[in-house]
T-cell receptor
Framework: EPEVTQTPSHQVTQMGQEVILRCVPI?????FYWYRQILGQKVEFLVSFYNNEISEKSEIFDDQFSVERPDGSNFTLKIRSTKLEDSAMYFCASSEDNYLYNEQFFGPGTRLTVL | AQKVTQAQTEISVVEKEDVTLDCVYETRDTTYYLFWYKQPPSGELVFLIR??????QNEISGRYSWNFQKSTSSFNFTITASQVVDSAVYFCALSEANAGNMLTFGGGTRLMVKP
């Protein structure tokens, strides 16, 4: 069964460093998403991406964040200068299209720890 | 105001008990979808069910059942004869027609099923 994969599973970085979180969405999916979950809290939407453009983004997704689809398979989230409060689990998701009924398939997450 | 409220932050039951997880949502859209996700201790998000705003039929899947009531803006989830493997955090989520395809999650309910 096709699945969304994410690497690395755990990333530790120093405050101020840049990090890139990688995701491989399901191959025939066209819509991609990043969500964040601070430890013990709810899952929060960051950004959605379609046709090489951001479709929607939340208030959390400020200038420190960027997304990219560098090739036909990867979808990345970059944090330019990490802060302590960026420590969280980051989930990538993908869906076939953006109809409301379409299930978003989530990856296993990358736990980011900023020291 | 919270769009998705899960008032029960933590529930503890003994195996074989039935348990209901509450979810109340808020939206002005007439077209929306509601979802339940399970997050086991391993951290991934597992899709359980989606329900559209035009379908108020209750659904049963094995030991799981869902009760959708538009009149009270609720989408409650019942586990019958709970098992230890049901121990997880359960998230209710909302997707609205006028908000792209982003999912808005509730705060989650941690369910602990004791043997």
């Amino acid at each position: 069964e096709p699945e969304v994969t994410q690497t690395p599973s755990h990333q530790v970085t120093q405050m101020g460093q840049e990090v890139i979180l990688r995701c491989v969405p399901i191959s025939n999916h066209l819509y991609f998403y990043w969500y964040r979950q601070i430890l013990g809290q709810k899952v929060e939407f960051l950004v959605s991406f379609y046709n090489n453009e951001i479709s929607e983004k939340s208030e959390i997704f400020d200038d420190q964040f960027s997304v990219e689809r560098p090739d036909g398979s990867n979808f990345t989230l970059k944090i330019r200068s990490t802060k302590l409060e960026d420590s969280a689990m980051y989930f990538c998701a993908s869906s076939e299209d953006n109809y409301l009924y379409n299930e978003q398939f989530f990856g296993p997450g990358t736990r980011l720890t900023v020291l | 105001a919270q769009k998705v409220t899960q008032a029960q932050t933590e529930i503890s039951v003994v195996e074989k008990e039935d348990v209901t997880l509450d979810c109340v949502y808020e939206t002005r859209d007439t077209t929306y979808y509601l979802f339940w996700y399970k997050q086991p201790p391993s951290g991934e998000l597992v899709f359980l069910i989606r329900r559209n705003s035009f379908d108020e039929q209750n659904e049963i899947s094995g030991r799981y059942s869902w009760n959708f009531q538009k009149s009270t803006s609720s989408f409650n989830f019942t586990i019958t004869a709970s098992q230890v493997v049901d121990s997880a955090v359960y998230f209710c989520a909302l997707s609205e027609a006028n908000a792209g395809n982003m999912l808005t999650f509730g705060g989650g309910t941690r369910l602990m099923v004791k043997p």
